[in-house]
């Protein structure tokens, strides 16, 4: 009787493995609606589906507010998912003081490691979690200024000094600057309408305007590219939507590329069973260029054409 | 909804029970809607979580936020009270003023708390039990605590007069008290408890954010009206009490939008604005409803 038992379960075990697959639940909480983070959530589910894993997507949104943000993780507990993915750096903490038990893996998270949800780049400590940096390479951001802007003295910026992503940044791309002799102006704002008013502040002040991966400024990017167009000042940003929107050029992210990349090393623990503490903080190294000539005569540059052959979206 | 879901509802509702408590003080009894609320939690926030990574005890940063938030809501008070400026613009302007206060407190807009200890860590390691049922328990004891000192504060001479200045501000007055010292201390008191609020909060979620205050003073009015809806206003005692759970179904209404699949009618998770739009409308119609309905039933 009990041979037959337990070649029963043997059976059924080769089965299930054979046949069925295991069907993994993967749930993913998300700070708000924001094209950058929907793409990245887009990009996980297609790469998991391009692998063949069959997976229930569970998507939790906490339309920016905390505590619905809190909530949230207690939602994803109940599910009891193989891998929980975590948009942005409030959600990712949040799963994190929580969650200790399951696999965990952020994305979009500029500043890890002041976020606190690993000890260092290299490993997260042993702990259940690991993810993806969204960080700006401010020395590719610099390099492109200075390849649109040869002679460039001061670089202009616009931030909202609220925003955990723009703080980093801020900081990086005073260091770069630094290290070739060129000065930063700061503008800073705490809401989207107060874009024209920090751009007209920077006009005379700088030979360039930057602006970061700042969500508040670029929600209301149009009006700085009206202050740089009347001004002939350049305006150069680091999200490739902002140039269809009337910045000069950008080396950007590709938030679905990041979403594609975020969505193996999620593959990595369901499948292959690897371990978030052991696993490094990963970067996109893969960056894209788009320009915009339109911009670029508005605003008075003539953008050199190894610049332009770069691109890989030219708009005319 | 899952019993974790439910569990995590209830903690929620715990963990903004002393700011809906103190919604209920400023809107209701003082009749000062103080929007003061949506810059005192993450003041109380920042604060705990400053004092936290600087060495001092999870506790004692609790009563630090608290009395930040005591300050933050006096100088709403005052602009009021002193310089005639309108209660609501006056609670804008501390609430604005706050924003940029905190930045300074933190250095940082975001400031973390994973792997410090904090009071929710320290409850759960005493208890022994799961983290999902302690941390509710803990934030309920910390709610009723406060809940009992209020009613026997709100039975004391100086209680009363609070309680009198909203009701009849002229009846107080000519009693002999200053109702302008009273506004200055209830607003005060409001927001302490308010930031004790958002250093719980911190120390649950585990960091302190700048923007963590945005769309409190509307979930902590939505809970004071479902409260009372719910659980009545007869008594003070009752009143309090009702704040506080009305609070925590004010969560669990959102852990159902949250959670909720109609069969084939999928909501999406954009859709969470709307449904709490209309939990709270339907809030606020309940009790007329259930008038008319008493009335028909009479005849």
Redesign the interface.
């Known amino acids: 009787m009990k041979k037959i038992l337990l070649l029963m379960v043997a059976v059924l075990l080769v089965a299930s493995t054979a046949f069925a697959g295991k069907k993994y639940v993967v749930s993913v909480t998300q700070i708000v609606e924001h094209p950058a983070l929907d793409a990245m959530r887009d990009g996980v589910a297609d790469r998991l589906k391009e692998k063949g894993i069959d997976f229930t997507y569970n998507v939790h949104n906490a339309q920016n507010n905390m505590a619905n943000n809190t909530q949230i993780v207690s939602q994803i507990i109940g599910e009891q998912p193989d891998v929980i993915v975590a948009i942005a750096t409030p959600g990712a903490q949040a799963c994190a003081q929580k969650i200790h038990d399951r696999p965990i893996v952020f994305t979009g998270v500029t500043d890890p490691v002041t976020a606190g949800l690993v000890k260092d780049l290299k490993n997260s400590g042993g702990r259940n979690i690991t993810g993806m940096s969204d960080f700006s390479p401010l020395d590719k951001q610099v390099a492109l200024i200075r390849e649109i802007v040869p002679n460039v003295k001061t670089i202009g910026i616009i931030y909202n000094s609220g925003e955990p992503n723009s703080v980093p940044n801020l900081k990086a791309l005073k260091e770069e600057a630094a290290k070739l002799g060129i000065n930063v102006e700061e503008a800073t704002i705490s809401n989207s309408s107060g874009v024209y008013q920090a751009a007209k502040s920077l006009v005379g002040r700088c030979d360039v305007i930057y602006v970061g991966t700042d969500n508040t400024v670029v929600s209301a990017i149009e009006s700085a590219v009206k202050v740089c167009e009347d001004n002939r000042l350049p305006l150069i940003v680091a999200d490739v939507d902002s140039v269809a929107r009337g910045a000069i050029a950008a080396v950007a992210v590709d938030y679905y590329k990041m979403g594609l990349q975020t969505g193996d090393m999620v593959a990595r623990i369901l499948v292959d069973g690897a371990k978030p503490g052991d696993m490094p903080v990963e970067f996109l190294n893969d960056l894209n260029l788009h320009v915009n000539l339109k911009a670029a005569q508005a605003m008075g540059v003539t953008l050199p054409q190894s610049v332009v052959d770069r691109a890989v979206k030219v708009i005319r | 909804?899952?019993?974790?879901?439910f569990?995590?509802?209830i903690?929620?509702g715990f963990?903004?029970g002393l700011m809906v408590i103190g919604v209920y003080l400023t809107f209701r009894v003082l009749d000062f809607p103080d929007l003061t609320v949506d810059g005192s939690l993450p003041l109380g926030a920042a604060v705990s979580a400053v004092a936290i990574t600087s060495g001092y005890s999870p506790l004692l940063s609790i009563f630090m936020a608290a009395g930040a938030g005591f300050l933050a809501g006096m100088v709403t008070g005052v602009l009021n009270t002193k310089f005639k400026i309108l209660h609501l613009l006056a609670s804008i302007l501390t609430m604005?003023a706050l924003?940029?206060i905190n930045?300074r407190i933190m250095g940082?807009?975001?400031m973390?708390?994973?792997?410090q200890d904090t009071v929710v860590d320290w409850f759960n390691g005493f208890t022994g039990m799961l983290?999902?049922h302690s941390t509710p328990l803990l934030f309920g004891l910390i709610c009723f605590a406060v809940v009992f000192v209020l009613i026997w504060f709100l039975h004391t001479e100086l209680g009363l007069a609070f309680l009198a200045t909203g009701d009849n501000a002229q009846m107080i007055t000519s009693q002999g008290v200053n109702t302008d010292n009273i506004i200055i201390f209830g607003v005060g008191l409001s927001n302490a408890l308010v930031a004790a609020s958002g250093a719980l909060?911190a120390q649950?979620?585990?960091?302190a954010?700048?923007?963590?205050g945005?769309?409190s003073i509307v979930?902590g009015l939505a809970s004071v009206i479902i409260g009372e809806t719910v659980f009545g206003d007869k008594t003070i005692t009752r009143a309090l009490i009702a704040a506080l759970l009305g609070s925590v179904l004010y969560?669990i209404a959102?852990?159902l939008a949250?959670?909720l699949k109609l069969g084939s009618f999928a909501i999406t998770?954009?859709d969470?604005?709307l449904i709490t739009a209309i939990l709270v409308v339907f809030a606020l119609v309940m009790p007329k409803m259930k008038r008319q309905f008493l009335a028909g039933r009479s005849k």
Do not use: C, H, K, W
């Not at chain 2, 973390?112 to 792997?115: E, Q, R």
């Not at chain 2, 954010?209 to 963590?212: G, P, R, W």
């Open positions: 909804m899952t019993l974790y879901a569990f995590g509802a903690e929620q963990a903004y604005i924003y940029s930045l940082r807009p975001n973390a708390l994973l792997g983290p999902q909060v649950n979620q585990g960091a954010d700048v923007n963590m945005v769309g979930a969560r959102i852990g949250l959670g998770p954009s969470l604005n």
